[in-house]
DNA sequence: TAGATTGTTAATCGATTAACAATC
DNA sequence: TAGATTGTTAATCGATTAACAATC
């Protein structure tokens, strides 16, 4: 498969995919890149150009179909090959993150939840232990989870980085307040970076 | 001031925001294009190209005075107008994000929190108590809040997203599942989506 | 003044949109 | 077959980068 894809593109996927999985939900079999664009506010020509980057999955005079189209973009997202999980920080963020993600949906599984504060360790969140964060180390080696999430502090999440990606970690998903970055080729990292987010929100307030 | 600015300028912003913050603090009085490119791995060309956007605020021959450039990025972000606030939804989430934002640096005035579960109701989350949502009609009609942070169920997203407008909100960060939109001109809804973020790492994880 | 670095214009690059031949 | 809609190429648009004159 293709590895150049620009971000762009792979950006908008996570959208076509909510806007099939819901059209699938309707019963609706059959889809145009003309509906499409008006469902997603896009353009057809911009649809046909984004799947065609992955190969064209639809047929001339037809359109798409929808549940064959769902599992391709599904595929291409990576759903069908599960990543072993680990969550930092059972705080009120890392509980909501574990109570509203559906991992196993998204091609994670997650497999442990990590603390350094004893009070809550030991605890279960949507059926796994939290566990002391000293443990983690251990658990790692045992268990060689791919991903981790961080729900930490700032200064926590920086100094965690390294020690995971050496312990076989290739992705975050990282929450806290530092933009992480690394030189390591095979590490991907998703910030997501609220304070951002915030200040996007606020400048276009200041413009109305 | 110019309102046509392009989007990927606009979301650079916090970016240089965040960078200056951290020089100020540590000390450090003047800085060029050249140096704050490799901080943040960008070029010097679009750095000045970015702040020219907005007028200019470098010398020649010496390059930008951090303290003074860090105030004016922060007026453009609307940093120095608060926006009174609301957030709805007390849960794991709503407390996550009442705890790791600062909402008055960031230029929000936090001035109420809701939720719809009465045995969540009543407490104080960081100062502020938690109203039942049966009471936000209300509060809204005499606190004239401009922003609402949803941190709710997508269906509860869905359903609030009107009655909010028509009682003068103007601005949303949602952090709910729906993707809200609006065909309302002067408002604008900052949408999180959490999901979309997951699978776009799922997708640069499965490409290695 | 000489050196440095901006502000700004011009050139390049990449992404989006339009067009249409292929074909179901 | 005729109509519809894709796959794909070409044209346009916008964003980034390069270049350099202005000037501190």
């Given at each position: 498969m293709k590895n150049n894809i620009s971000s762009p593109v792979i950006r908008r996927l996570p959208r076509y995919y909510r806007c099939l999985l819901a059209l699938n939900k309707a019963g609706i079999k059959r889809i145009s890149s003309g509906e499409l664009a008006k469902k997603l506010d896009s353009t057809a020509s911009q649809i046909r150009q984004d799947f065609n980057y992955f190969g064209g999955f639809g047929q001339q005079g037809y359109g798409y179909n929808v549940p064959q189209l769902q599992a391709e973009i599904g595929r291409i997202l990576g759903l069908e090959t599960p990543k072993k999980t680990i969550l930092i920080g059972a705080g009120y963020l890392g509980r909501a993150i574990v109570n509203q993600i559906d991992f196993e949906k998204k091609g994670?599984?997650?497999?442990g939840i990590f603390e350094k504060i004893e009070a809550l360790t030991g605890q279960v969140v949507k059926g796994i232990p939290v566990r002391n964060i000293n443990d983690m180390d251990e658990f790692c080696k045992e268990n060689f989870p791919k991903v981790a999430v961080l729900c930490v502090s700032k200064n926590e999440a920086e100094q965690l980085l390294e020690p995971l990606i050496r312990l076989g970690v290739t992705g975050f998903w990282n929450f806290s307040q530092a933009e992480l970055t690394t030189k390591n080729q095979n590490v991907f990292i998703e910030n997501v970076l609220f304070s951002d987010s915030l200040l996007n929100l606020s400048y276009h307030l200041n413009q109305k």
């Open positions: 994670f599984t997650l497999i």
